[in-house]
């Protein structure tokens, strides 16, 4: 298969190229890089079944070429970008949606959304299958995130029910591993670069906050295998092992030897107090589940950091 993948120099897209690359399919991939960065795909250059196209796909897309699926990732995903970059979010997931899935249309392929647990909100169901409808402010700093994903969801399956697309919808939980921006702001690249440097690190809130942390080649592997069926989803892709940030926190001061301990800073507005998937549907339809345990995924992430930051 010939594969476009928007936003594929980012961290997930960037992972999803290998896995195409590596299955032997043609990888394009279209990014702005706003957040997305050259180098994630820099060792593919001179492979011929690879292209990278500079290009913000807000704007129409055209590719010159026949493609089989349109696999949208392009999308800030940080909560440090929400308050930073509201507008361009915003227009990624619904203009940026609607041009990718013209472009999926035009080309008879088959349409794969990266959608989010944020349209699950603040959960008041717990853990969340895909059946809840979530808790979302819309007027809230997420909800440029969290409303345009939803609306994003909204306009793929009224391509599916309008056009006949072939659609497919992954709601991503919390994902970690090597290529995440030091300075990206989440979670996991904050406290373990706050460790590599020896400092305290940040818990925001008291850390009684819950979040389920996925091994990015784990999660890439259900993406793949979500396009590969026949599955339009939405479908739950995540880690169901639910760590607080506290436990995070002590777990990877631990594994580094980082003495500095901890530092408590104010909670962001609507942080949402826990998350975890009900991965029922991805194991029944796609006989997927998470292998790599968070000691194991930090271990390999704390590797790549320590290179990243010169600490070798
Ligand atoms: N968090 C924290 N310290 C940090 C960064 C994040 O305690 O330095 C908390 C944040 O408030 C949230 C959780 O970690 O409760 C996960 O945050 P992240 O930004 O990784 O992603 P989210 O799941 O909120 O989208």
Redesign the pocket.
Known sequence: MHVLITGGAGFLGSHLSDRFLSEGHEVTVLDNLITGNYQNIAHHVGNPRFQFVKHDVTLHIHVPFKVDAVLHFASPA??KDFPAIPIPILKVNSLGTHNALGLALAHGARFLLASTS?VYGDPLVHPQPESYWGNVNPIGVRGVYDESKRFAEAITMAYRRSHGLDTRIVRIF?TYGPRMRIDD????P??VSQALRGEAL????D?S?T?SFCFVSNEVDGFYRLLMSDEPGPVNIGNTRETS?LELATLVNEIIGNQAGIVYRP??KD??KV?RPDISKARAALGWEPTIDLEQGLERTIAWFRTQMNLE
Request: a positive charge; charged letters at 20%; aromatic letters at 8%.
């Open positions: 940080s909560p944020e919390n702001g989440r979670v996991i904050n406290f940040t818990i925001y809130g850390g906050q979040r940030m909670l962001p942080d949402p998350r």
